[in-house]
């Protein structure tokens, strides 16, 4: 079992920056790919960044590319999803999950979930 906590998201502005945070306990860390998913009201899970176990290579969805950064600390055992620039569009609630996959962007290949945060950005 990994445990997975998110922290870090709050309401702000369009055009500022968030930082969240996701805190794995339980088996190894770095035996897994970690990605980041959200979920707007209404709307589907849909599949934001992901980052490999080592933390060399990540994959961004268009939407968020050039804006989010996703990196991993595995000494700390947390991966972080650093939003700039952020839209009204990007209002949801950011889920963590980790993958025995090297790097998936299917909600479906993750086996364990955070509970969420929320992100919540005004015009």
């Known amino acids: 079992q990994v445990q997975l906590v998110e922290s870090g998201g709050g309401l702000v502005q369009a055009g500022d920056s968030l930082r969240l945070s996701c805190a794995a306990s339980g088996r190894t860390f770095s035996n897994y790919g970690m990605g980041w998913f959200r979920q707007a009201p209404g709307k589907e899970r849909e599949f934001v960044a992901v980052v490999t176990r080592s933390g060399a290579s990540t994959i961004y969805a268009d939407s968020v590319k050039g804006r989010f950064t996703i990196s991993r600390d595995n000494a700390k055992n947390t991966v972080y999803l650093q939003m700039n620039s952020l839209k009204p569009e990007d209002t949801a609630v950011y889920y963590c999950?980790?993958?025995?996959?090297?790097?998936?962007?299917?909600?479906?290949?993750?086996?364990?979930w955070g509970q969420g945060t929320q992100v919540t950005v005004s015009s």
């Open positions: 999950a980790a993958s025995v996959a090297t790097m998936s962007v299917r909600n479906y290949e993750y086996d364990y």
